[in-house]
């Protein structure tokens, strides 16, 4: 079964599971039954609470556990499939209130937003983002006010423990991007992950991203995904080798896998592609 997740405003199908705390904040239960699950965040930074055990898979398999936290900042765009259903708690956090946060802190100036976090354990972020939830779940007995409160706090926390370092005037050197670029062409059938690529250049994960970003004008993992598709749309054009192969050997993990993003990107099919290239 397939089943596509877009975190535009943490949407659910359970009554009052996405009433709105206001402009700054808010809350959501989501329960997903197994599929694909795209992911793009737009301009809202969103705060994953894992309710209970959950199998995955994007590039490595991954298990969830009840209180395991994801943090995916405004911009991001990811899909993985998910093998078990889920039940998590989702709070929306515009980067509105995190520029309020980071004046507080002193830091507006140099604030360039939250750095991508999966399967990682924070107590704290835990016991804000339930307390939205109780106030979600009984009508905001505290008011606007008190789910402000709990934002600014959630705000103040992330960016201390996960802020991004402030992005850098300049971008990687061109022959630094050339190293980079030639190493994710040769090996687009390959796990690329992020430490790895960042440890081409000795550079931590965190700066490497900010620099990369700065260079190409999008993260390195939405560049991956571009370069694959684009090598599928190659070789689906001047060979014959069967969609499944083609998919395996630019790097998806499956033939539909593929079909999604080429649809997403391109606008058609794998087979729609070849039936042009063929006519």
Request: some cysteine; proline content about 6%.
């Amino acid at each position: 079964m397939t089943s596509t997740s877009t975190l535009t405003s943490a949407p659910s199908k359970y009554p009052n599971a996405g009433a709105s705390l206001g402009p700054h904040v808010h809350a959501s239960i989501e329960r997903r039954l197994p599929g694909f699950v795209t992911v793009h965040t737009q301009a809202d930074n969103f705060i994953k609470v894992h309710a209970g055990p959950l199998d995955c898979a994007c590039n490595t398999r991954l298990h969830y556990r009840a209180g395991d936290v994801d943090i995916m900042p405004a911009g991001m765009l990811e899909e993985w499939e998910e093998f078990t259903p889920s039940t998590t708690l989702v709070v929306k956090l515009p980067n509105a209130i995190l520029r309020d946060a980071a004046e507080q802190a002193g830091v507006g100036a140099r604030m360039s937003g939250l750095e991508a976090r999966f399967q990682i354990r924070d107590p704290q972020i835990e016991h804000l983002a339930w307390a939205l939830n109780v106030e979600r779940a009984d009508a905001y007995p505290g008011g606007r006010i008190y789910t402000d409160l709990l934002g600014m706090a959630l705000a103040i926390h992330l960016l201390g423990r996960y802020g991004a370092p402030p992005l850098p005037y300049g971008g990687l050197g061109k022959r630094q991007l050339r190293k980079v670029t030639d190493y994710i062409e040769d090996n687009l059938d390959q796990d690329l992950a992020l430490a790895r690529l960042a440890a081409l250049l000795d550079m931590s994960v965190s700066h490497f991203s900010a620099l990369f970003k700065r260079a190409e004008g999008i993260p390195v993992h939405e560049y991956v995904i571009r370069r694959r598709v684009e090598r599928a749309r190659t070789l689906l054009q001047v060979s014959n080798l069967p969609v499944s192969q083609i998919a395996l050997d630019v790097g998806f993990a499956h033939q539909s896998h593929l079909a999604r993003w080429m649809r997403r990107l391109l606008g058609v099919t794998p087979t729609d592609l070849r039936r042009r290239s063929t006519s």
